[in-house]
């Protein structure tokens, strides 16, 4: 789905500046805002039946609310603004304060652009007085719709050069619009008359491919002219055809072919008519330069090999090659609906290293994602090796040493992260990988012959998921504001289409990681799309009995004995953090099957309510806590999402079920490792009272004890941290959400081994897999799993909490926590009613404590008052506990 690109561009600085810019609360003209269509902005492509509608109010005015709207469809947007003629479907005045809605007209047609509106009544009754328009555009709607055929190069799986593909074509008349349709088995990048198509990268997403895959849509209206035309396609292998040999045997996937697409491009002209160019058995095919390509480990180019205008008019292609026609990879070919890849940050070169003419290693001064793009001059046939990693070792030189264990080359031709590219000698001469990314912060360069290298000679890029920024942090802390934006750099690092667990040494959709990071990517980034698309890899890697592997998409590995509910918890936990972030029912009664059979088979091997099913706290310092405890814990967790889920679903026979399975379970737990006289779970350990005190495993009665006894553990173990990735993830919620937030934000901002700031003081800009820097294994310097302190922000120290009864920030739990040790902290998220504010500040001997509630919202504020302290606002003594309607506040504790 790819808008105009200078509305892209002018439609993202206003969403930004939009999301971090406070609104005054002066009168203006009320009016529904930052209308969404399946959480896009105007997308094309669109196959959903009865696609989602989303707004915002416009209303800066206190307790402003939504009592009732309207919204109203239709394919001439003209007619809707003059509300001429019969809209496609009217909602009618719905009295009602819900800024989400799906579709419910007559059956959409494909192929067609409708237009939407939606007038909102205020908290006076009075109708908006700006009635925005927004569209959408459906896409292939069914299979059926499809005209063109699966082609391929009639080549092998082993064949390395990457297939160019061409054809010519006559636009004959005068042209309205365009839209090209493009599915693949692999990687492309399409071409319209010589420029490539869109700004995406790695299109389409990676899926179980034969069970699913994705097409994506364009407006190629303005890449079209009358008269002669080509359209040029240009496959990569991705993780279709994986060549590279590795661990998780993706070179044996049950999917694997040679890559292999299918187009549709839909020509609309002026007279009404349509015309489809379409890939069929009359396009023609050669070796492009691309000379080898592997989404794991590099890609080799050949600028000698280069066919200048390949993809334009009039190129002479009477030597290449007809092609082969395919079946389709899978039965459903279904719309990629979702935020894009795309080289979203432009990273210039620190420092560089001159070791000789022929050897050179630059700096990024920061660990990203990505690819390095090059320019120089060199002689015919020079070979520059372009070799990418995290690491140097003490002679200067690239250390791949942490990242590369997991590789099994079969002989030396393609080597680690380390991209090939051979001059041509024709002046200056450029090359960026296409078909491969990478996680790497140096960059070394080696040639044949001597070259002459700068600064400026390489830039980085960095690609990830181009998800909307959702929050900030900001604080007097340098620690906080560097342990942030570290967690930011890794979540983004890590969202290529689906959640993985490093950008270079796996790039696996590791379950585990996945759901420890999923609240900190909600409160900092729009994401609902890529877990989305998660979700349903999930469900296509299911099997019948309810067993989810460790990784997914996946080729077969991770359907082992580890593959548990502290890793593939995933099935529940990341659709119900979905509901509670975006009040959005839909992902999770979609996955309400899969939960089910997940459950059932947890049950079936656990018949005593405890389980010894999963990996464990993965990556501890030194101590371990029981795999049984902890793999029950989630378990517990699983049943709980699933009871819950069943009684918003009104399936009331499940609630009443999987309720009381989830007290079995947690009288289990609790009866085995529960000291109640002491309040001590297991020996005491840090993970072990941290994940009872987060999953609610503990008896209210003992709640705090429970607390206060991992707090003075914190303390006996000095005021550092003993816990794996399980441990992490509850830590620092289990103290703050449980009257120790002091202990907690010194755990946090500890500087010293083990702790997260250790790797801060160690030059850090993301963060690590292991609290040891120096530890032989487990160690790459990019991974998510202990990603969760960049949630604890907005939540231990922000106060900004989901409410269950009123999900998707429609009710907001503001439980701020005004640490001692730190003076100023801002916490601002954009859900989805609006931008909420949490910031304090220390004066004097008071506190100034500023919110922000957005219209149609509400919360339900928990001054944490010390002793002798009370809430003020306005003169006006508050209660502990406040409830307040939208709008902006100032309140004063002391």
């Known amino acids: 789905m790819i808008p105009n690109i200078n509305k892209l561009l002018f439609g993202s600085l206003l969403l930004f500046f939009s999301l971090f810019s406070i609104p005054s609360f002066s009168q203006q003209p009320i009016h529904a805002v930052q209308l969404q269509c399946e959480y896009l902005v105007n997308p094309i492509g669109i196959d959903a039946a009865q696609p989602r509608l989303a707004w915002k109010l416009k209303d800066n005015r206190r307790a402003a609310v939504q009592t009732a709207y309207q919204v109203r469809v239709g394919t001439d947007s003209l007619a809707l603004v003059k509300k001429e003629g019969s809209p496609v479907w009217d909602s009618g005045k719905v009295g009602s304060s819900v800024q989400l809605i799906n579709y419910a007209g007559k059956e959409l047609e494909p192929f067609t652009k409708y237009y939407w509106q939606v007038v909102i009544w205020d908290k006076d009754g009075k109708p908006g007085t700006l009635i925005p328009v927004s569209s959408f555009e459906t896409g292939m709607q069914k299979m059926g719709n499809w005209k063109g055929t699966w082609i391929s190069d009639n080549k092998d799986i082993n064949k390395l050069p990457a297939p160019y593909f061409r054809k010519g074509f006559s636009a004959s008349k005068k042209i309205k619009s365009a839209r090209a349709y493009m599915a693949a088995a692999g990687l492309y990048e399409l071409y319209l008359n010589g420029a490539k198509v869109g700004n995406h990268r790695l299109d389409p997403m990676y899926t179980r491919f034969d069970r699913r895959n994705l097409y994506v849509s364009y407006d190629v209206t303005a890449q079209i002219k009358s008269g002669e035309n080509a359209v040029g396609v240009l496959l990569g292998n991705g993780w279709y055809n994986h060549q590279s040999l590795a661990v998780w045997d993706f070179d044996k996937a049950p999917w694997r072919g040679r890559p292999t697409f299918c187009l549709d491009l839909r020509i609309t002209y002026i007279d009404g008519s349509t015309e489809v160019v379409v890939s069929d058995d009359t396009w023609k095919s050669d070796d492009s330069p691309i000379i080898f390509n592997s989404i794991y480990t590099a890609e080799h180019y050949d600028a000698r090999k280069e066919q200048k205008g390949w993809n334009q008019p009039g190129f002479d292609d009477r030597k290449w090659k007809g092609i082969t026609l395919r079946a389709a990879p899978s039965n459903q070919i279904v719309s990629q609906v979702m935020h894009p890849i795309r080289n979203v940050e432009v990273i210039p070169v620190k420092s560089l290293k001159k070791f000789n003419d022929t050897t050179y290693v630059f700096d990024l001064g920061r660990n990203i994602a990505g690819v390095t793009e090059i320019k120089l001059k060199g002689d015919s046939g020079t070979r520059l090796s372009i070799k990418h990693g995290e690491r140097l070792l003490p002679n200067g030189r690239l250390d791949l040493s942490n990242i590369d264990v997991y590789y099994r080359p079969k002989d030396k031709n393609d080597p680690f992260q380390t991209d090939i590219f051979i001059l041509n000698g024709q002046g200056i001469e450029g090359f960026m990988a296409k078909f491969n990314y990478k996680g790497f912060q140096y960059v070394e360069v080696t040639s044949s012959k001597p070259i002459n290298l700068n600064k400026e000679s390489i830039i980085g890029h960095f690609m990830h998921s181009d998800v909307p920024v959702a929050g900030k942090i900001q604080t007097s802390s340098a620690m906080v504001n560097k342990l942030w934006t570290a967690t930011n750099n890794s979540y983004l690092s890590n969202l290529f289409g689906y959640p993985?667990?490093?950008?270079?040494?796996?790039?696996?959709?590791?379950?585990?990681?996945?759901?420890?990071?999923?609240?900190?990517?909600?409160?900092?980034?729009?994401?609902?799309?890529?877990?989305?698309?998660?979700?349903?890899?999930?469900?296509?890697?299911?099997?019948?009995?309810?067993?989810?592997?460790?990784?997914?998409?996946?080729?077969?590995?991770?359907?082992?004995?580890?593959?548990?509910?502290?890793?593939?918890?995933?099935?529940?936990?990341?659709?119900?953090?979905?509901?509670?972030?975006?009040?959005?029912?839909?992902?999770?009664?979609?996955?309400?099957?899969?939960?089910?059979?997940?459950?059932?088979?947890?049950?079936?091997?656990?018949?005593?309510?405890?389980?010894?099913?999963?990996?464990?706290?993965?990556?501890?310092?030194?101590?371990?806590?029981?795999?049984?405890?902890?793999?029950?814990?989630?378990?517990?967790?699983?049943?709980?999402?699933?009871?819950?889920?069943?009684?918003?679903?009104?399936?009331?026979?499940?609630?009443?079920?999987?309720?009381?399975?989830?007290?079995?379970?947690?009288?289990?737990?609790?009866?085995?490792?529960?000291?109640?006289?002491?309040?001590?779970?297991?020996?005491?350990?840090?993970t072990e009272l941290s994940v009872a005190l987060l999953w609610g495993i503990v008896p209210e009665e003992l709640r705090l004890t429970v607390a206060q006894n991992l707090a003075d553990r914190v303390k006996a173990d000095n005021m550092h941290l003993d816990v794996g990735v399980l441990g992490a993830k509850a830590i620092l919620n289990a103290l703050s959400e449980n009257g120790q937030a002091d202990i907690a934000y010194k755990l946090a901002v500890q500087d010293t081994y083990p702790s997260w700031g250790w790797w801060i003081v160690n030059g850090a800009t993301t963060l690590y897999e292991n609290w040891n820097i120096q530890a032989e294994r487990d160690i790459s310097l990019n991974h998510m799993m202990f990603g969760e302190i960049g949630g604890w922000f907005f939540k231990g120290l922000g106060g900004i909490m989901t409410d269950e009864k009123a999900p998707g920030f429609k009710n907001i739990r503001l439980m701020p926590n005004f640490v001692a040790d730190l003076n100023e902290f801002e916490a601002r998220h954009e859900g989805p009613f609006g931008p909420i504010q949490s910031s304090w500040k220390r004066k004097g001997k008071k506190i100034v404590y500023e919110v922000s509630i957005p219209p149609n919202s509400s919360a339900t504020i928990h001054f944490p008052v010390q002793t002798g302290q009370s809430a003020w606002i306005d003169g006006e003594k508050l209660p502990e506990i406040y409830q307040a309607s939208a709008g902006k506040y100032t309140f004063e504790i002391l």
């Open 500 to 686: 993985t667990d490093c950008p270079q040494r796996e790039k696996n959709g590791w379950t585990g990681d996945g759901h420890f990071a999923v609240e900190t990517g909600l409160y900092n980034f729009d994401g609902i799309t890529v877990y989305e698309k998660w979700l349903a890899d999930h469900q296509d890697e299911q099997q019948p009995n309810g067993v989810l592997p460790d990784i997914i998409p996946t080729g077969g590995w991770g359907y082992g004995k580890s593959n548990g509910t502290d890793w593939t918890s995933t099935i529940a936990i990341i659709p119900w953090n979905i509901y509670l972030f975006y009040g959005d029912s839909h992902l999770l009664r979609s996955c309400y099957p899969n939960i089910k059979s997940y459950v059932d088979y947890v049950t079936q091997i656990s018949p005593n309510g405890l389980t010894t099913w999963g990996r464990g706290d993965w990556v501890p310092v030194k101590s371990e806590s029981p795999l049984e405890y902890t793999s029950s814990v989630y378990y517990y967790a699983d049943a709980l999402i699933l009871a819950k889920a069943a009684k918003l679903f009104g399936k009331i026979d499940d609630y009443e079920s999987y309720t009381a399975l989830a007290e079995k379970i947690k009288k289990a737990i609790n009866d085995k490792y529960l000291n109640r006289t002491d309040g001590i779970y297991g020996t005491g350990l840090q």
